[in-house]
């Protein structure tokens, strides 16, 4: 059994910044890829950030340049830096990791952007 622990959501002025946390702990055998997806009120859910095994980082090209996405492989924990938030980030952001074949979700963390 895989559990995800999120942290770090919260609410934030437009133009601030917020650090998410995501870590694996469990049975927990060759993590290939971590990520974040984000799902807003009315909306589905959509990709935010993902990084490979080997490193290879995508980004959801609304956060490009502003979302950097990292993962500590010795603490099987995934972080999203997220700077420069605008209102529209307001969603619930959920971790993803990828092993052995199946997808594991956290419960999700809430992020507020709003003035």
């Known amino acids: 059994q895989v559990q995800l622990l999120e942290s770090g959501g919260g609410s934030v002025q437009p133009g601030g910044s917020l650090r998410l946390s995501c870590a ?6 060759s993590i290939n890829t971590m990520g974040w997806y984000r ?5 589905q859910r959509e990709l935010v950030a993902s990084v490979t095994s080997g490193g290879i ?6 956060v490009k340049g502003r979302f950097t996405i990292s993962r500590d492989r010795g ?13 529209e980030a307001t969603a619930v952001y959920c971790c993803d990791v990828g092993m052995l074949g199946l997808n594991y979700w956290g419960q999700g963390t809430q992020v507020g952007v709003s003035s």
Do not use: C
Not at 24 to 29: T, W
Not at 57 to 62: E, K, L, Q, V, W
Not at 75 to 87: A, D, E, F, H, P
């Open 24 to 29: 694996a702990s469990g049975s927990i055998f």
């Open 57 to 62: 980082r995508n980004y959801a090209d609304p």
């Open 75 to 87: 603490k099987n924990t995934v972080y999203l830096q997220m700077n420069s938030l605008k209102r």
């Open 39 to 43: 799902q807003a009120l009315g909306n």
